[in-house]
């Protein structure tokens, strides 16, 4: 923005009143810029919100089945979950029988299983917006098969080492940087935007309805069975079904976008979009907290039934079965919210960490399991309500990156917590673990508010700023 009396050379530098006034002037040009792309922003996102309305209104809980595709990579992940959860159950009695109980190799699993996100976990978004994204999945499920059937025939066998299953979990974890991020933006091609938080929401209602009957059903069957071993031949088993389903998927009902050209700089380009919007980087700095120590929380549940109160192995899936009903129940009742909201999110972390601290100071089994209900409920209240905004805020050629993001926050947090959580226990007890879990989760929801507060300071300064230095206010 220019004025005569501002850029007359010959005059000099102008009187402090004129400059004043210049600076007042294009100020407010600034601001009226800045709020009319803020506003039109705001347009989009209403007229999407009524689509979406009027979308739903004719459906229900279970409005996304009525897609074709949806419904059989629903049937296929139904059947593999129970088999992933039945070997995780597996995995865990697996590494106590192989240590004697020991509480540290337990966090080592876990941490092995999620540290190759934390150093991968961008690439495998980046992937997902590249390539297509159901031969990738295909892909991606056939080598956890394998895994699953060769850490199975080592059980059975009587050859397994404590290291064949730092080897598994190790694996399993770099597929997963691929399979995670992929799968969570290929929903939206499934079912597309309108019935997009209704999907994720029946994703998480699936996922723990196999956390509920994967457990209780591995517990008994090592009981019966005498082994951990038929329990990965079972799950290697299970993946057959996802994987029929996403071969007979029909193409013509998929929205898939272009593909994203190979380029410099894209994960810079995903960070970078996240972090100058709030609507993104809330909910993924809150799961990010929040998963540290809920993975933590997860593992503690073996801990707690096996050396707290003295628990067997059926006892044990009984636990993680309750911890799953509490889950699967916030599942259901976010199927039928209309979108998820900042203070759903704040409230859900708080409520987790909260009862994470009563299971800690549960006094004998039965309150302990009562316990995990609710904990179970505000864990999945808050990662589906964070999942879902994330997804609804994402454009589609960056979803994939996003996902990325999202799912190293997700998962990337374990081999922090996991290893620490251990240690505690081992020196102090699963109680203390437990608790401190749930601290550290109600600091994170508090962490999670002041950064995205801060970043959103930042980013409207850097806005203004660069509006300021565009010649006669143009951007």
Same mark, same amino acid.
């Not at 810079?268 to 996240?274: A, K, N, S």
């Not at 964070?386 to 081999?415: K, W």
């Given at each position: 923005?220019?004025?005569?009396?501002?850029?007359?050379?010959?005059?000099?530098?102008?009187?402090?009143?004129?400059?004043?006034?210049?600076?007042?002037?294009?100020?407010?040009?600034?601001?009226?810029?800045?709020?009319?792309?803020?506003?039109?922003?705001? &347009?989009?996102?209403?007229? =999407?919100?009524?689509?979406?309305?009027?979308?739903?209104?004719?459906?229900?809980?279970?409005?996304?089945? $009525?897609?074709?595709?949806? $419904?059989?990579?629903?049937?296929?992940?139904?059947?593999?979950?129970?088999?992933?959860?039945?070997?995780?159950?597996?995995?865990?009695?697996?590494?106590?029988?192989?240590?004697?109980?020991?509480?540290?190799?337990?966090?080592?699993?876990?941490?092995?299983?999620?540290?190759?996100?934390?150093?991968?976990?961008?690439?495998?978004?980046?992937?997902?917006?590249?390539?297509?994204?159901?031969?990738?999945?295909?892909?991606?499920?056939?080598?956890?098969?394998?895994?699953?059937?060769?850490?199975?025939?080592?059980?059975?066998?009587?050859?397994?080492?404590?290291?064949?299953?730092?080897?598994?979990?190790?694996?399993?974890?770099?597929?997963?940087?691929?399979?995670?991020?992929? &799968?969570?933006?290929?929903?939206?091609?499934?079912?597309?935007?309108?019935?997009?938080?209704?999907?994720?929401?029946?994703?998480?209602?699936?996922?723990?309805?196999?956390?509920?009957?994967?457990?209780?059903?591995?517990?008994?069957?090592?009981?019966?069975?005498?082994?951990?071993?038929?329990?990965?031949?079972?799950?290697?088993?299970?993946?057959?079904?996802? !994987?029929?389903?996403?071969?007979?998927?029909?193409?013509? =009902?998929?929205?898939?976008?272009?593909?994203?050209?190979?380029?410099?700089?894209?994960?810079?380009?995903?960070?970078?979009?996240?972090?100058?919007?709030?609507?993104?980087?809330?909910?993924?700095?809150?799961?990010?907290?929040?998963?540290?120590?809920?993975?933590?929380?997860?593992?503690?549940?073996?801990?707690?039934?096996?050396?707290?109160?003295?628990?067997?192995?059926?006892?044990?899936?009984?636990?993680?079965?309750?911890?799953?009903?509490?889950?699967?129940?916030?599942?259901?009742?976010?199927?039928?919210?209309?979108?998820?909201?900042?203070?759903?999110?704040?409230?859900?972390? !708080?409520?987790?960490?909260?009862?994470?601290?009563?299971?800690?100071?549960?006094?004998?089994?039965?309150?302990?399991? !009562?316990?995990?209900?609710?904990?179970?409920?505000?864990?999945?209240?808050?990662?589906?309500?964070?999942?879902?905004?994330?997804?609804?805020?994402?454009?589609?050629?960056?979803?994939? &990156?996003?996902?990325? !993001?999202?799912?190293?926050?997700?998962?990337?947090?374990?081999?922090?917590?996991?290893?620490?959580?251990?240690?505690?226990?081992?020196?102090?007890?699963?109680?203390?673990?437990?608790?401190?879990?749930?601290?550290?989760?109600?600091?994170?929801?508090?962490?999670?508010?002041?950064?995205?507060?801060?970043?959103?300071?930042?980013?409207?300064?850097?806005?203004?700023?660069?509006?300021?230095?565009?010649?006669?206010?143009?951007?």
């Amino acid at each position: 923005m220019t004025c005569p009396q501002a850029v007359d050379e010959d005059a000099g530098e102008p009187p402090e009143p004129v400059a004043r006034a210049v600076r007042d002037r294009d100020a407010q040009v600034e601001d009226a810029e800045l709020r009319e792309v803020q506003a039109e922003e705001t &347009r989009g996102v209403q007229a =999407e919100e009524s689509r979406s309305s009027a979308a739903r209104s004719s459906g229900g809980m279970f409005r996304s089945l $009525r897609n074709y595709n949806y $419904r059989l990579f629903v049937s296929g992940s139904v059947v593999s979950n129970v088999g992933t959860w039945m070997q995780r159950t597996a995995q865990d009695w697996l590494v106590l029988e192989l240590t004697h109980g020991s509480s540290a190799a337990l966090g080592i699993t876990t941490a092995l299983q999620f540290l190759p996100v934390v150093v991968f976990g961008l690439w495998g978004g980046m992937l997902a917006d590249r390539y297509p994204k159901r031969p990738l999945l295909m892909g991606a499920q056939s080598l956890m098969g394998l895994l699953a059937l060769t850490m199975g025939l080592l059980t059975i066998t009587g050859h397994a080492q404590t290291w064949h299953v730092y080897v598994m979990a190790f694996m399993l974890g770099l597929v997963s940087c691929v399979e995670v991020p992929t &799968r969570q933006s290929f929903v939206v091609e499934m079912v597309g935007r309108s019935d997009l938080a209704n999907a994720i929401a029946l994703n998480s209602s699936t996922f723990n309805l196999a956390r509920v009957v994967g457990p209780a059903v591995a517990g008994l069957l090592i009981y019966a069975l005498g082994g951990t071993g038929p329990i990965f031949l079972l799950n290697a088993v299970s993946f057959a079904a996802v !994987i029929t389903g996403l071969f007979l998927m029909r193409s013509s =009902e998929l929205r898939t976008p272009e593909p994203l050209a190979r380029a410099k700089g894209q994960l810079r380009e995903g960070l970078r979009y996240v972090w100058q919007r709030p609507e993104l980087l809330m909910p993924i700095l809150l799961v990010a907290f929040a998963a540290m120590f809920a993975t933590s929380f997860s593992m503690s549940i073996a801990l707690m039934a096996k050396q707290v109160f003295g628990q067997d192995a059926s006892s044990f899936g009984v636990a993680s079965s309750v911890f799953a009903v509490g889950a699967l129940g916030g599942a259901l009742l976010a199927a039928r919210r209309a979108r998820p909201t900042r203070r759903l999110l704040v409230g859900g972390g !708080i409520c987790f960490g909260i009862a994470q601290i009563a299971a800690g100071f549960a006094p004998v089994y039965p309150v302990f399991l !009562i316990l995990l209900v609710p904990a179970g409920m505000a864990m999945i209240t808050t990662n589906t309500a964070a999942n879902s905004a994330v997804q609804l805020a994402a454009s589609p050629e960056m979803r994939g &990156r996003v996902m990325g !993001i999202y799912v190293l926050v997700f998962t990337g947090g374990a081999p922090i917590g996991a290893p620490l959580i251990g240690w505690v226990g081992e020196l102090a007890g699963p109680r203390l673990g437990v608790v401190i879990c749930g601290v550290m989760c109600l600091v994170g929801v508090g962490l999670a508010i002041l950064l995205t507060r801060f970043a959103a300071g930042r980013t409207h300064g850097a806005v203004v700023r660069g509006v300021v230095a565009s010649p006669g206010g143009t951007r």
